[in-house]
């Protein structure tokens, strides 16, 4: 009875890999659109973006997440890449700088074996993660507070996290980096299972053991009684 309590709760936990099991609601394991934000200011000089610009922290950045492309997936059916900027110059100069620092990271990401569909586009200015950091203000910047040039060190490195590459993923990952934290539960749900299977056995033969003590003392008392 252990054993076919036990089987039939892991058929329930096993059913998310069969198409058998139709009334059982489950989420496909693996697929993902997984969002990973790349600090532009980590990847180029300031105000940069061609190949010859990326820092040497920067290409071991792309270099990680190429590797986590090619082998943290078992498919991959699309790449986004969205170049973000600060507000320091132009709402134009922004959008062309948001959307050229996007296509190196394209190109950087082919050259590195990553062989699947990746678009590109710009969000310029438009995205902010800040506040705009108005309150820092320096003495030499023009009156709209855009000027790259005049910004002092402070205001850049407040606008930092606007300045930035995000990449979106859409694929499946590789089975065993999905299944970890389920196979704990139904680990941890089987445990429990049996615990309380355990449980019930006990006490049951209990039950059983205490009818039968009381069944024997009966019986001798009665044979007490008789002699």
């Given at each position: 009875m252990k054993k076919l309590l036990l089987s039939s709760a892991m058929i329930l936990l096993t059913a998310c890999t069969s198409n058998v099991y139709r009334n059982v609601s489950c989420t496909k394991c693996g697929t993902a659109a997984e969002e990973i934000n790349l600090a532009a200011d980590a990847l180029f000089k300031f105000d940069k973006y061609k190949l010859k610009d990326l820092l040497s922290k920067g290409r071991v950045t792309l270099d990680e997440l190429s590797e986590k492309l090619i082998n943290g997936y078992t498919q991959v059916q699309a790449i986004e890449l969205i170049g973000h900027t600060?507000?320091?110059?132009?709402?134009?100069?922004?959008?062309?700088?948001?959307?050229?620092?996007?296509?190196?990271?394209?190109?950087?990401?082919?050259?590195?074996?990553?062989?699947?569909?990746i678009s590109v586009q710009s969000k310029g200015e438009n995205e902010p993660v800040t506040d705009g950091c108005h309150n820092?203000?320096?003495?030499?910047?023009?009156?709209?507070?855009?000027?790259?040039?005049?910004?002092?060190?402070?205001?850049?490195?407040?606008?930092?996290?606007?300045?930035?590459?995000?990449?979106?993923?859409?694929?499946?990952?590789?089975?065993?980096q999905c299944e970890n934290p389920n196979a704990k539960k139904e680990n941890k749900l089987g445990s429990n299972l049996e615990s309380k299977l355990d449980e019930k056995l006990e006490n049951k033969l209990g039950e059983k053991l205490e009818s039968k003590l009381d069944e024997k003392l009966g019986e001798q008392l009665e044979n007490k009684l008789g002699e």
């Open positions: 600060d507000r320091l110059g132009n709402a134009a100069y922004n959008e062309r700088l948001g959307l050229n620092r996007a296509k190196t990271v394209r190109s950087y990401l082919a050259s590195h074996g990553v062989d699947t569909d820092l203000k320096s003495p030499k910047e023009t009156k709209d507070g855009r000027s790259m040039s005049r910004a002092s060190n402070q205001l850049r490195a407040c606008l930092q996290p606007d300045r930035r590459v995000v990449v979106k993923v859409y694929g499946i990952k590789k089975k065993q």
